[in-house]
Structures are given as C-alpha cells and as structure tokens.
C-alpha cells in the first residue's frame, strides 16, 4: 500500500501561499512540531492575522498537549478566515474533548457530520475516546467513516468479499500454495499476493468497475505473464470471470475463472482454458483455498 501523507497536508499545500508558510505542512506531516511550532509563531509576529501560521500553531499546540492554547489558536485561526472551515472545526472539537467540554465537542461534530464532513482520519484520533461513552458519538463517527470509505457499505464492492482472507491453497490433498487476499483502497480495490514453494508467484488486482457495472481482474506473475479479466457472471457468494484471448499474450487462450464459496468456508478457483477447436472447457485448474488458522 503507497504510503500517505497526513490528510492536513494534502488539504493545506493548495492553500499555502509561495511564502514562509508553505514549510508549515512540511514541517508538521514530518513531524517536526517544536520547529513548525516556532516557524508559525514567527510569522505570526510579522502578521498576528496569519490564518494558516494560527492554525498550524493550533496543531503543534495538540502535539504538545496544551489543548487550551491550541483551541484559542484554532478558534483565532477561524475567524481570521482560514479556509478549511471544517477541518479547523474539527480540531477545536478535539480540543474541547481533552478539556472537558464534552458536550460542546460532540455538538461542533454532529454540525460537521450534518453538513457532510468527510475526514475519518481526524474523528479517529485518540483524543476523541474522551467522547466514546456520549450517547450520539458513534453515531457521529460511523456516519463519517461512511462517506470517508463509501466502498464498505456498498453492495457491489462488497461482493468479493468472501474471498479475502489468508489461505493455503490445494489441488485435491497436495497443498500447492500460499494465497493473501486484502482489501485496499478504502474497501475499493482486492488484492491477491500469491506464492508458491517454488519460484512461482503473482499478483492480482480486483475492483468493481462503475462505468459498466462489472468486476474486474487483472493477473501478473513473474514470467511476464499478463491475464485481463472481466466479470461474466455473479450471484451471492459466487464470482465468474472472462479473459479473452485477444486481452492476452499472443498464444494463449480463453480463459473463465470462477471463484465459489463452499459450505464449510474454504473457496473453490476454478479455471478453465477453451479448446480453439472445439470451443469446449477443459479444467486447467482446480484449487481449493482453506483459511490459515490464527495462532
């Protein structure tokens, strides 16, 4: 997974103009705070109204853990116009859960999440389990994961979802392989990582695709070899894919791939290879994932 910068930065760097301000979003997603904190005071010297050095400060302030002078920079930070109303609001509600003001916090997030605040990352710091036991904050907090990864709750993307796990692989008793199924992006994506005992390994990215309403598969190895597939059936616990051969390397086949969730929990991958000829399927695998289990 790539990794990400601090949901602040990304939000902050459009904002920052080509002066001393634009080291504050550096400054903070590396974590250097005591001189992001110092850097912000300094332009706040030359401009007390500085809106992005206040809200920077603000920050800094909460990684020091003097959230009475982090709200009061937030609050100043507000009303000299910081653009990113919600996210400065945000914080200040962290604030006031540290300090006590439970009510007022959760007040500041219910408004938020009502105007269709989006930022899951903030509403899961720590400081906000000061909240936890509020009637209305899980709430609050599910509705904004909702719209953070939107992926978990809807039913298309969910679909694949029987398959992810940790497995050994077997083609009838004889284990052949190991497989890691993850979902990623948010919930909006599969990935496959499989090995072998030899040097055989590949991966495979899965998604649902909304332009046509289909799932999607595309399969690399090591050998160079490059597999595209598209959905050709689905139904409850059940996925079928098509890879033609005009998707593949020259020389190969159709392929259909065909993933089916057994009674006792295990998944059955079935792929079969078309006979040019004749147009008939011949099985060219038959593997059955059981899950690893946890020590």
Not at 88 to 111: M, N, R, V, W
Not at 138 to 145: G, M
Not at 154 to 173: C, I, K, L, S
Request: net charge negative; charged share 20%; proline share 3%.
């Amino acid at each position: 997974m790539l990794f990400r910068l601090p949901i602040i930065l990304f939000l902050f760097t459009s904002l920052a103009p080509v002066n001393g301000q634009s080291a504050l979003p550096a400054l903070y997603s590396t974590a250097q705070y005591e001189e992001c904190l110092e850097q912000s005071r300094t332009l706040l010297q030359e401009n007390p109204s500085d809106s992005s050095a206040l809200f920077f400060q603000g920050l800094c302030l909460i990684k020091a853990k003097d959230y009475e002078q982090a709200h009061t920079s937030l609050v100043a930070a507000e009303e000299a116009n910081f653009q990113a109303v919600p996210l400065c609001k945000a914080q200040q509600a962290l604030c006031l859960a540290q300090l006590g003001k439970s009510e007022k916090a959760l007040e500041i997030l219910q408004t938020l999440s009502e105007a269709g605040f989006s930022n899951y990352t903030i509403i899961n710091q720590e400081e906000f389990e000061a909240l936890a036991a509020m009637p209305g904050f899980q709430a609050v907090r599910d509705s904004i994961h909702r719209r953070s990864f939107p992926c978990f709750y809807d039913a298309n993307y969910t679909h694949f979802d029987f398959w992810v796990g940790e497995w050994d692989v077997f083609v009838g008793n004889a284990k052949v392989g190991e497989n890691k199924i993850t979902k990623q992006e948010g919930g909006c994506a599969v990935l496959e990582q499989y090995s072998t005992a030899r040097d055989y390994v590949g991966q495979s990215y899965n998604y649902y695709d909304p332009a046509d309403g289909l799932w999607k598969q595309i399969w690399i190895d090591h050998t160079r070899g490059i597999s595209n597939y598209v959905e050709s059936e689905r139904k409850e616990n059940y996925l079928q894919f098509i890879s033609t051969a005009a998707s593949q390397p020259a020389g190969y086949a159709n392929l259909r791939m065909t993933f089916s969730k057994n009674e006792d929990g295990s998944v059955r991958q079935h792929i079969e290879q078309q006979n040019s000829e004749t147009g008939k399927w011949q099985t060219a695998f038959d593997g059955r994932y059981v899950r690893k289990k946890s020590n």
